[in-house]
Nanobody, 124 residues
Framework: QVRLVESGGGLVQAGGSLRLSCAAS????????MAWFRQAPGKEREFVAA????????YYADAVTGRFTISRDNAKNTVHLQMDSLKLEDTAVYYC?????????????????WGQGTQVIVSS
């Protein structure tokens, strides 16, 4: 079993920045993808960004490209999401997830493990 714990959410003004973190513990894999998804009120969960744990390759949703940066700290088994130039539409609960196959997937059904989520609210 893999346990994921997100942190770093909060309230920020539009144009500001936040840094989310996700610490992984428990079962480990030799290769896998870690990703961030988000779900806004009344909307379906959507892909934000993913990173290959072994290669460091990244993949972003069009909506966040150029504003968000996903990174990993191998020593701490932690993935980060640096969010800059935040917009009102970035308001959502952000979830960290692990796919046991290292494929940088944008499809949530391919992720077996999920964190509890952290709230991000962007105000005007």
């Amino acid at each position: 079993q893999v346990r994921l714990v997100e942190s770093g959410g909060g309230l920020v003004q539009a144009g500001g920045s936040l840094r989310l973190s996700c610490a992984a513990s428990g079962r480990t894999f030799s290769t896998y993808t870690m990703a961030w998804f988000r779900q806004a009120p009344g909307k379906e969960r959507e892909f934000v960004a993913a990173i290959s744990w072994s290669l460091g390759s990244t993949y972003y949703a069009d909506a966040v490209t150029g504003r968000f940066t996903i990174s990993r700290d191998n020593a701490k088994n932690t993935v980060h999401l640096q969010m800059d130039s935040l917009k009102l539409e970035d308001t959502a609960v952000y979830y960290c997830a692990v796919d046991q196959v290292d494929r940088l997937s944008e499809f949530d059904h391919e992720y077996a493990y999920w964190g509890q989520g952290t709230q991000v609210i962007v105000s005007s």
